[in-house]
């Protein structure tokens, strides 16, 4: 295998290429931590319009992916994640009410 050498094995440019779901999860985890980084990079003030233009769209790319991935993970018989959805905790760990808005 590649990582077995020492060499990154690369997310499959497509979805449906990928036959394993502990995979799927790890490449869906993956563009995760992408898209969190670069929320994070699009909030520094200092960056220009066009730059924060640009990283708009690279997001809304890795957000599009994930879905596909999703999907994936839905036909290989893992969680449906679109429903289960990222929860907003508070400091004692309870959800917070009304927070299903924006995803």
């Known amino acids: 295998m590649a990582e077995a050498r020492g060499e990154k094995e690369r997310r499959p440019f497509i979805a449906t290429d990928c036959d394993d779901l502990p995979k799927a999860e790890k490449w869906r985890r993956q563009i995760i931590g992408e898209i969190s980084r670069k929320v994070a990079q699009i909030q520094n003030a200092g960056l220009g319009e066009f730059r924060i233009r640009d990283m708009n769209d690279e997001i809304n790319k ?7 991935w999703e999907v ?4 290989l018989g893992g969680p449906d994640y679109s429903r289960v959805g990222p929860r907003m905790l ?6 917070v009410p009304g927070n299903r808005g924006y995803k």
């Open 62 to 68: 890795l957000l599009r992916e994930k879905g596909h």
């Open 72 to 75: 994936r993970i839905r036909e």
């Open 90 to 95: 508070d400091q004692e760990g309870k959800e």
